[in-house]
């Protein structure tokens, strides 16, 4: 089982941004669909983001299209979820899960279809 692990969070004014990363040691990330989940306190966890594997394909929850944008730096064997316009409601602990995958269209914002999971980091936007 991989080592996954977020980093990233922290306290951010409401409007203000914050760039997540999720690594996994001695894995190639470009060899896994990864997604972007997240709980808020009080409500179940839900999936706002998700990258395939090699093209790269994206996919957003509504919620956060047009805010949020993931991508993968190879170089650097990161995914990172890039955060902006970031509001109060986007409070919660974020969470890196990845899933092994030939195809490389493939994404998806079903925490079930997800077998490695980061242990998460917070995020607390201010109003």
């Known amino acids: 089982q991989l080592q996954v692990v977020e980093s990233g969070g922290g306290l951010v004014q409401s409007g203000g941004s914050l760039r997540l990363s999720c690594t996994a040691s001695g894995h190639t990330l470009s060899y896994y669909t990864t997604g972007w989940f997240r709980q808020a306190p009080g409500k179940e966890r839900e999936g706002i983001a998700s990258?395939?594997?090699?093209?790269?394909?994206?996919e957003y929850k509504d919620s956060v299209k047009g805010r949020f944008t993931v991508f993968r730096d190879n170089t650097k064997n990161t995914v990172y979820l890039q955060m902006n316009s970031l509001k109060p409601e986007d409070t919660a602990v974020y969470y890196c899960?990845?899933?092994?995958?030939?195809?490389?269209?493939?994404?998806?914002?079903?925490?079930?279809?997800?077998?490695?999971w980061g242990q998460g980091t917070q995020v607390t936007v201010s109003s």
């Open positions: 899960a990845l899933r092994l995958s030939s195809n490389n269209a493939w994404t998806t914002l079903r925490e079930d279809m997800y077998i490695d």
């Open positions: 990258i395939s594997s090699h093209d790269g394909i994206t």
